[in-house]
T-cell receptor, first 116, second 113 residues
Framework: DQQVKQNSPSLSVQEGRISILNCDYT??????FLWYKKYPAEGPTFLIS?????DKNEDGRFTVFLNKSAKHLSLHIVPSQPGDSAVYFC???????????????FGQGTILTVHP | GAGVSQSPSNKVTEKGKDVELRCDPI?????LYWYRQSLGQGLEFLIY????????KSGLPSDRFSAERTGGSVSTLTIQRTQQEDSAVYLC???????????FGSGTRLTVV
């Protein structure tokens, strides 16, 4: 049962344009969402997060949007740069009252390629 | 240490052998997690340690897998009688008090031949 889904295995964009990575979830107990970025032969690194009490969080070129009613979140990168080329993982965590508190559930990842 | 350290970085083993993977978390981080990433797959949760609480072992795929965390710090993931489907990158992460924003190690790439 895939509770966090990233339906696009890959995305290719031109440098300077916007990259939009999407993520859907099914577990209504999830209340905190994170994006991680992973380069080859390295561990994932934290990028940006959002609490369920918000619908948008922005950090420089990165913005995460959360639509709770649709159980959907997205990561926008603008402008995209070649150095952004990596695998992006969406992750979700349950609230403190949930049974899986502390554990992150990850999506399958989306490979982003930004062309110069 | 400054980051999460995993060893070895690569391990090739014969089917049926036992392997041990080690993780040194960030000093002061009370929560430690093991995940694995198989080829073309996402990150699969294996086990979670939080302080002195009983670990959450719900993600371990079979009883061939076990993990321990000694002294609230270093953790060892043991896979007994390895199978080819165990081939994956095994990632360790740590965080403060089991809450938001893990720091991952670089992983151990396990290949079972």
């Amino acid at each position: 049962d895939q509770q966090v889904k990233q339906n696009s295995p890959s995305l290719s964009v031109q440098e300077g344009r916007i990259s939009i990575l999407n993520c859907d979830y099914t577990n209504s107990m999830f209340d905190y969402f994170l994006w991680y970025k992973k380069y080859p032969a390295e561990g994932p690194t934290f990028l940006i997060s959002i609490s369920s009490i918000k619908d948008k969080n922005e950090d420089g070129r990165f913005t995460v949007f959360l639509n709770k009613s649709a159980k959907h979140l997205s990561l926008h990168i603008v402008p995209s740069q070649p150095g952004d080329s990596a695998v992006y993982f969406c992750a979700a965590q349950e609230s403190a009252g949930g049974t899986s508190y502390g554990k992150l559930t990850f999506g399958q990842g989306t490979i982003l390629t930004v062309h110069p | 240490g400054a980051g999460v350290s995993q060893s070895p970085s690569n391990k090739v083993t014969e089917k049926g052998k036992d392997v041990e993977l080690r993780c040194d978390p960030i000093s002061g981080h009370t929560a430690l997690y093991w995940y694995r990433q198989s080829l073309g797959q996402g990150l699969e949760f294996l086990i979670y340690f939080q302080g002195n609480s009983a670990p959450d072992k719900s993600g371990l795929p079979s009883d061939r897998f076990s993990a321990e965390r000694t002294g609230g710090s270093v953790s060892t993931l043991t896979i007994q009688r390895t199978q080819q489907e165990d081939s994956a990158v095994y990632l360790c992460a740590s965080s403060r008090r089991g809450n938001y924003g893990y720091t991952f190690g670089s992983g151990t790439r396990l290949t079972v031949v």
